[in-house]
């Protein structure tokens, strides 16, 4: 949404064209106020774009931590792997050296 410098409310305020005091203090009330609005359409707006970039920067960091999550655990599934080989080899190893020094006996 695109705020124009002169909003609706700086329009209607500017519009209030009497001769009355009164009135012309209204009106000046009345644009201060037009303007504050617009200060702070301006903000929020500005707020509202801040929020969003951070909302997509935070699911960006989600998908990447979910990520690395899934790699971290295919990576202790093959150290276990690996773990559970190498004790299978130890133990190969160690039959077969009992083996040969039951035999030498």
């Known amino acids: 949404m695109t705020v124009q410098p002169e909003s609706t409310y700086v329009c209607i305020a500017t519009s209030l064209r009497r001769p009355d005091i009164d009135l012309w203090l209204a009106k000046v009330v009345c644009l201060d106020l037009a303007r504050h609005v617009d200060d702070l359409l301006d ?6 774009f801040l929020v969003e970039e951070q909302a997509a920067r935070l699911n960006r960091q989600r998908a990447e931590n ?3 999550r899934e790699q971290l655990d295919e990576l202790q599934r093959l150290a276990e ?10 133990e190969q190893q160690s039959a077969c050296g009992t083996a040969r020094g039951a035999g030498h006996d």
């Open 43 to 48: 903000i929020l707006t500005a707020t509202n």
């Open 66 to 68: 979910e990520r690395l």
């Open 81 to 90: 792997q690996r773990g559970n080989a190498v004790a299978g080899l130890i």
